[in-house]
């Protein structure tokens, strides 16, 4: 099913409280990869995960976990990630290093894929000379607004834009995706999609999950 393969549900959404079984809850309806934040309050508005708990659900985990950094000093947190398995890749914001084609050379020597991570408005083609290099590049469709943080439309315009520049990446969306949005980011050029509030804060899983594929099948 589409919505198992392309939609990365985001931890970060799910009950603090009992991460485990939140994780073990969406891979057992068949979902293969989970979206991992690590952020440390200062690149991001709120502290996540450190290394330690990413290594407990990696061990309770079939998932393949795709990693997004959002790290002050990047460059010195990125050895504790050696050795984590199943890591569909590493994305970094590039705003946030002074030498970003540095930090692409140290994840892949790590042996993982490389993502970049772009926030609306980021100038595109300061990173074309990495196309090479990396796999994928994840788009924040939301900013820090103060208001939850919801879905700018203008991100439609610049997932287009990132497109016509990474023609041969994978093109991930990440920020208060949901089913009023999910077909238009998929007509501009998205192909997985990060879905946090609505996945674990839905009432009804398996009903949202139904309905999230009807949107892809289209």
Same mark, same amino acid.
């Given at each position: 099913m589409?919505a198992?393969?392309?939609?990365?549900?985001?931890?970060?959404?799910?009950?603090?409280?009992?991460?485990?079984?939140?994780?073990q809850k969406?891979?057992?309806?068949?979902?293969q990869t989970?979206?991992v934040?690590?952020?440390?309050?200062?690149?991001?508005s709120e502290?996540?995960f450190?290394i330690?708990?990413?290594k407990?659900l990696?061990?309770?985990s079939?998932?393949?976990?795709?990693?997004?950094?959002?790290?002050y000093?990047?460059?010195q947190?990125?050895?504790?990630?050696a050795g984590?398995?199943?890591v569909?890749?590493?994305?970094?914001?590039?705003?946030?290093?002074?030498?970003?084609a540095?930090i692409?050379?140290?994840i892949k020597?790590m042996?993982y894929?490389?993502g970049?991570?772009?926030?609306?408005?980021?100038?595109?083609?300061?990173?074309?000379?990495l196309?090479?290099q990396?796999?994928?590049?994840?788009?924040?469709?939301?900013?820090?607004?103060?208001e939850?943080?919801?879905?700018?439309?203008e991100?439609?315009?610049?997932?287009r834009?990132?497109?016509k520049?990474f023609?041969?990446?994978? #093109?991930?969306?990440?920020?208060?995706?949901?089913s009023?949005? *999910? &077909? @238009?980011?998929?007509?501009a050029?998205?192909?997985?999609? =990060? #879905?946090?509030?609505?996945?674990?804060?839905?009432?009804d899983? *398996? &009903? @949202?999950?139904?309905?999230?594929?009807?949107?892809?099948? =289209?």
């Open positions: 589409k198992h393969q392309q939609i990365f549900p985001s931890i970060y959404s799910a009950n603090h409280g009992c991460l485990i079984s939140e994780c969406i891979e057992n309806l068949g979902f989970l979206h934040d690590i952020q440390d309050g200062i690149c991001s502290i996540s450190g330690k708990l990413v407990v990696r061990e309770n079939k998932m393949v976990f795709d990693i997004h950094l959002m790290l000093n990047l460059e947190y990125l050895p504790k990630l984590l398995e199943k569909r890749s590493v994305t970094f914001h590039p705003r946030d290093t002074r030498f970003p540095r692409v050379t140290i020597n042996g894929k490389v970049l991570a772009l926030s609306l408005g980021e100038p595109i083609e300061e990173y074309r000379s196309s090479g990396i796999s994928s590049i994840l788009v924040c469709t939301a900013l820090v607004d103060g939850g943080n919801r879905y700018r439309v991100s439609e315009d610049y997932i834009q990132i497109k520049v023609s041969t990446q994978d #093109i991930v969306v990440d920020g208060d995706i949901n009023t949005n *999910l &077909a @238009k980011v998929m007509s050029g998205a192909n997985h999609f =990060v #879905i946090g509030r609505e996945i674990f804060h839905s009432d899983l *398996l &009903a @949202k999950i139904n309905e999230l594929e009807k949107i892809m099948d =289209v």
